[in-house]
């Protein structure tokens, strides 16, 4: 049961006019029962929320129902083997009777959980993922392990996990936990044999790589992610497939081949999607055109046109809805580095104050120490200025 008023669910139906008696008769339950959901005095059974994301469009978490979907996770562990080799029709989820749901629902109730969680992760939410992700991968092991109809579907949302994994470990710069868990993505994507989630897979280690200074080994993710795409006779998202082409523009331009850089840029433009909300990997990669822009400017840095760059950078502030405090974190320490390149003292100083705020509140220490690398290489030349040094208390945390 709720412990409190559900203010996010009531939210929801205000902002669309919505009557409850509207969408009690959407979902097939009485206003009572509705208006008991949104006092927070009732939970909905998992068919009934299922039926409530799909009218709303919008996620469990986003319905202001994160704790239930966990609570409902958690009671459903743990998963035996012989559990799941009930037939799939069994009313059966692990070792107790659930007749709410059959593993087919669960799943997908997981699925939306987990589209979720990445929304989650884009604005900074490592604590509540660190949280969420082991119950998520604990009760997906058995479904995930042993033959069955839904192995596949479930060894999709396991790759997602350890996808998430791996960046949440970059973010904290353990660049070998990161590559570990970036693996097992790759892995169990494999073993899904969803190979849009295996070249995700590959661009989440292509990152990981990229952090670390390996551009060799980058370049061999992106190769391999783009070889996967030619070999493939399913549709390719082209989210991934503009990504790749961005990705190996800036290792082209990180090896001072302007020319190739140019011709992966324009085939990146070319192939990204106009509206990427729509494609099929947004849910597990959140990446808008923004992603463009990142690489655009990067390929102008390597290539020593700053000027270019900031220009670049520049386009990020009228994308609408606004990227995502991550992705802004991003951007505001490129514009700071990207200044302090171009000889801008107080330009670089807002811009880095500006940035080491957004790492430290999206909980980043891999960018808060990319900043403070920065700060070092601002003070080797404005070191004199008082602007400059006062900017030492970022990082006495």
Same mark, same amino acid.
């Given at each position: 049961?709720?412990?409190?008023?559900?203010?996010?669910?009531?939210?929801?139906?205000?902002?669309?006019?919505?009557?409850?008696?509207?969408?009690?008769?959407?979902?097939?339950?009485?206003?009572?029962?509705?208006?008991?959901?949104?006092?927070?005095?009732?939970?909905?059974?998992?068919?009934?929320?299922?039926?409530?994301?799909?009218?709303?469009?919008?996620?469990?978490? &986003?319905?202001?129902? %994160?704790? =239930?979907? !966990?609570?409902?996770?958690?009671?459903? $562990?743990? *998963? +035996?083997?012989?559990?799941? @080799?009930?037939?799939?029709?069994?009313?059966?989820?692990?070792?107790? &009777?659930?007749?709410? %749901?059959? =593993?087919? !629902?669960?799943?997908?109730?997981?699925? $939306?959980? *987990? +589209?979720?969680?990445?929304? @989650?992760?884009?604005?900074?939410?490592?604590?509540?993922?660190?949280?969420?992700?082991?119950?998520?991968?604990?009760?997906?092991?058995?479904?995930?392990?042993?033959?069955?109809?839904?192995?596949?579907?479930?060894?999709?949302?396991?790759?997602?996990?350890?996808?998430?994994?791996?960046?949440?470990?970059?973010?904290?710069?353990?660049?070998?936990?990161?590559?570990?868990?970036?693996?097992?993505?790759?892995?169990?994507?494999?073993?899904?044999?969803?190979?849009?989630?295996?070249?995700?897979?590959?661009?989440?280690?292509?990152?990981?790589?990229?952090?670390?200074?390996?551009?060799?080994?980058?370049?061999?993710?992106?190769?391999?992610?783009?070889?996967?795409?030619?070999?493939?006779?399913?549709?390719?998202?082209?989210?991934?497939?503009?990504?790749?082409?961005?990705?190996?523009?800036?290792?082209?331009?990180?090896?001072?081949?302007?020319?190739?850089?140019?011709?992966?840029?324009?085939?990146?433009?070319?192939?990204?999607?106009?509206?990427?909300?729509?494609?099929?990997?947004?849910?597990?990669?959140?990446?808008?055109?923004?992603?463009?822009?990142?690489?655009?400017?990067?390929?102008?840095?390597?290539?020593?046109?700053?000027?270019?760059?900031?220009?670049?950078?520049?386009?990020?502030?009228?994308?609408?809805?606004?990227?995502?405090?991550?992705?802004?974190?991003?951007?505001?320490?490129?514009?700071?580095?990207?200044?302090?390149?171009?000889?801008?003292?107080?330009?670089?100083?807002?811009?880095?104050?500006?940035?080491?705020?957004?790492?430290?509140?999206?909980?980043?220490?891999?960018?808060?120490?990319?900043?403070?690398?920065?700060?070092?290489?601002?003070?080797?030349?404005?070191?004199?200025?008082?602007?400059?040094?006062?900017?030492?208390?970022?990082?006495?945390?």
């Amino acid at each position: 049961m709720l412990k409190k008023q559900n203010n996010m669910l009531k939210a929801a139906r205000l902002k669309k006019s919505w009557t409850p008696e509207f969408v009690s008769g959407k979902v097939g339950v009485s206003r009572d029962t509705y208006i008991r959901w949104e006092a927070g005095s009732q939970a909905p059974r998992l068919s009934s929320l299922q039926a409530l994301c799909t009218i709303f469009e919008m996620s469990p978490i &986003e319905l202001g129902f %994160a704790d =239930l979907l !966990e609570e409902r996770m958690r009671s459903r $562990l743990p *998963l +035996s083997k012989k559990s799941m @080799l009930r037939p799939p029709q069994s009313k059966n989820i692990g070792d107790e &009777e659930y007749p709410e %749901a059959t =593993l087919s !629902e669960a799943l997908h109730m997981w699925s $939306l959980g *987990l +589209s979720s969680c990445w929304q @989650l992760y884009m604005v900074g939410g490592q604590h509540e993922l660190e949280r969420l992700l082991p119950t998520y991968l604990a009760q997906l092991t058995a479904p995930t392990l042993h033959p069955g109809p839904e192995q596949q579907s479930a060894a999709s949302l396991t790759a997602q996990i350890y996808g998430l994994m791996a960046l949440l470990e970059l973010q904290r710069g353990d660049f070998v936990s990161a590559q570990m868990n970036g693996t097992q993505a790759l892995v169990y994507s494999q073993l899904a044999k969803n190979w849009n989630l295996y070249i995700a897979s590959q661009l989440w280690m292509a990152s990981i790589f990229s952090r670390r200074k390996r551009i060799g080994a980058a370049l061999g993710a992106y190769n391999d992610a783009l070889k996967r795409i030619n070999i493939t006779n399913e549709v390719t998202s082209p989210l991934l497939h503009g990504w790749i082409f961005a990705g190996l523009a800036e290792i082209q331009a990180a090896m001072n081949h302007e020319q190739e850089a140019m011709q992966f840029l324009r085939l990146a433009m070319t192939i990204f999607p106009e509206h990427p909300q729509e494609d099929t990997a947004f849910s597990y990669t959140q990446c808008d055109r923004s992603l463009l822009y990142f690489y655009q400017g990067q390929v102008s840095l390597h290539l020593g046109k700053p000027r270019q760059a900031w220009e670049v950078f520049a386009q990020v502030d009228e994308i609408k809805p606004k990227p995502p405090e991550r992705t802004r974190a991003e951007f505001l320490k490129l514009k700071a580095y990207t200044s302090l390149v171009l000889g801008n003292m107080v330009q670089s100083c807002i811009y880095l104050e500006a940035a080491a705020h957004a790492a430290q509140s999206i909980n980043s220490d891999l960018i808060y120490t990319e900043i403070y690398t920065l700060y070092e290489h601002m003070l080797s030349i404005w070191g004199q200025e008082a602007r400059v040094r006062s900017l030492a208390h970022l990082f006495q945390r």
